[in-house]
């Protein structure tokens, strides 16, 4: 996929966030959304609502994370281009993250003891999301969460199953794609997994010829 421009980007920064805002996926100001430019980086502004963003008060920032334009950046730009570095390793396309504090998954979290916080329950949940490894506990805008995410980001790459999100324990998830629309998608069909295993919490996964046969058929990372 080509790269956005700087000016698209900031359009889809502001479309997307109103998106999710409507849909009951952020509330408040609550949540942030960030583009990897090959000049730097575009970020949702620190205590800001998604729904209601300007395309010229997003924050710029150079590639060293330095403010350059715009409102004051999100505190996660830290956890964000952490993101970026241990993700385009793998996938050199990775252009955009989305963090929200989703319900669903926020509540799977709560009561979360396995490494990973949703087993393969349905189909499209392995092919489109795929792994979802658990962060402890950290404080918003921690630097030693975005250390956390970044090694396992890279573990899960090391053992051929490169992610697409995280989920950080009481807090939400993280996930990101080559475009803001694409991030949005993954994001969708991750909360919706997680509202399924709410409601029926006995799920057993799927079985290990069934994964096979995702992974030969799709390409599933799983």
């Known amino acids: 996929m080509t790269a956005l421009n700087e000016s698209q980007a900031r359009d889809e920064i502001c479309r997307v966030g109103r998106s999710l805002f409507e849909r009951g996926y952020v509330h408040a100001t609550a949540g942030n959304i960030s583009v990897r430019l090959d ?18 008060r997003l924050a710029k920032l150079d590639l060293q994370g330095q403010q350059i334009s715009g409102d004051k950046g999100s505190k996660t730009i830290a956890l964000h281009r952490q993101i970026y570095a241990a993700a385009c390793e793998h996938d050199a396309h990775t252009r955009c993250v989305i963090h929200t504090h989703s319900t669903h998954c926020v ?90 295993m709410l409601l029926q ?5 799927l079985p290990s010829a069934a994964l096979d046969e995702l992974r030969q058929s799709f390409g599933a990372r799983w």
């Not at 000049?39 to 729904?51: E, M, R, S």
């Not at 998830?173 to 475009?179: G, I, L």
């Not at 919490?201 to 996964?205: G, I």
Request: glycine fraction near 6%; include cysteine; charge should be negative.
């Open 39 to 56: 000049d730097g980086f575009l970020i949702t502004p620190t205590d800001a609502c998604l729904g209601f963003l300007d395309p010229a």
């Open 201 to 205: 919490p006995h799920t057993p996964a």
């Open 107 to 196: 509540a799977l979290s709560l009561n979360a003891t396995g490494p990973e916080l949703l087993t393969p329950i349905t189909p499209y949940f392995v092919m489109k999301v795929g792994h979802v490894p658990l962060v402890p506990y950290h404080r918003p805008g921690s630097e030693d969460a975005a250390q956390d995410v970044a090694r396992l980001i890279r573990r899960y790459a090391a053992q051929s199953t490169p992610i697409r999100a995280l989920m950080l324990t009481r807090l939400g998830p993280n996930v990101w794609h080559d475009s803001p629309a694409a991030a949005m998608a993954t994001l969708e069909e991750l909360e919706e997994t997680a509202r399924l």
